[in-house]
């Protein structure tokens, strides 16, 4: 049981390049959520999904995309990244339980 | 605007002694409040949660405490012991959808 799994765990990027992060879990959970994390701001939702096939915005969801096409994976997108995108990333996923969160990506954008 | 917070960035506590984490919160629909803890390199783990019925939850050396009237609940760690020393995250879930809000978070250190 490996619980929340995110690939890849670093990333250095150039402005203007995209990738997606990976996030995968292993319990069954209907909700997941993506989260950044930077220095003095705690945890910042950038989307999420309440089910298969279902993806809503975050509080910061601006310059991501999303996809939730098996409900075992969740994955985040950045089409054209931007030094701002510099962060760390975590997936989360529950049910009627609190987050189980993976350990993150770390993604530096020059 | 933070709906949650947590004023204090960091705190030191000496080994055996109580450590107490702070976290105000602005909403009054929140129902429900949880502590997540985060070493470095990891991603957080949940600790401890209270719901708005109770002033109080216990769980081995960790206690929260929910003052609902002055929208502010704590965690107590008695004793202290350095494997503690992480990110300690304060957080409810929003009664808007089915996300959750976080505190900024506060860095305890406890020194041997």
């Known amino acids: 049981n490996a619980g929340v799994t995110q690939t890849p765990k670093f990333r250095v990027l150039k402005t203007g390049q995209s990738m997606t992060l990976l996030c995968a879990q292993d319990?069954?959970?209907?909700?997941m959520y993506w989260y950044r994390q930077d220095p003095g701001m705690g945890l910042r939702l950038i989307h999420y999904?309440?089910?298969?096939?279902?993806?809503a915005k975050g509080e910061v969801p601006d310059g991501y995309n999303v996809s939730r096409l098996k409900k075992q994976n969740f994955l985040l997108g950045l089409e054209s990244a931007a030094p701002s995108q510099t962060s760390v990333y975590f997936c989360?996923?529950?049910?009627?339980?609190?987050?189980?969160f993976g350990n993150g990506t770390r993604l530096t954008v020059t | 605007d933070q709906q949650v917070k947590q004023n204090s960035p960091s705190l030191s506590v000496q080994e055996g002694r109580i450590s107490i984490l702070n976290c105000d919160y602005t909403?009054?629909?929140?129902?429900?409040f949880l502590w997540y803890k985060k070493y470095p390199a990891e991603g957080p783990t949940f600790l401890i949660s209270?719901?708005?019925?109770?002033d109080k939850n216990e769980d081995g050396r960790f206690t929260v405490f929910l003052n609902k009237s002055a929208k502010h609940l704590s965690l107590h760690i008695v004793p202290s012991q350095p494997g503690d020393s992480a990110v300690y995250f304060c957080?409810?879930?929003?009664?808007?959808?089915?996300?959750?809000?976080f505190g900024p978070g506060t860095r305890l250190s406890v020194l041997p």
């Open positions: 989360a996923s529950r049910n009627n339980s609190p987050l189980h």
């Open positions: 319990m069954n959970h209907e909700y």
């Open positions: 999904s309440v089910g298969e096939g279902t993806t």
């Open positions: 909403n009054s629909m929140f129902d429900y």
């Open positions: 209270i719901s708005s019925i109770k």
């Open positions: 957080a409810a879930p929003s009664p808007y959808g089915q996300n959750f809000v």
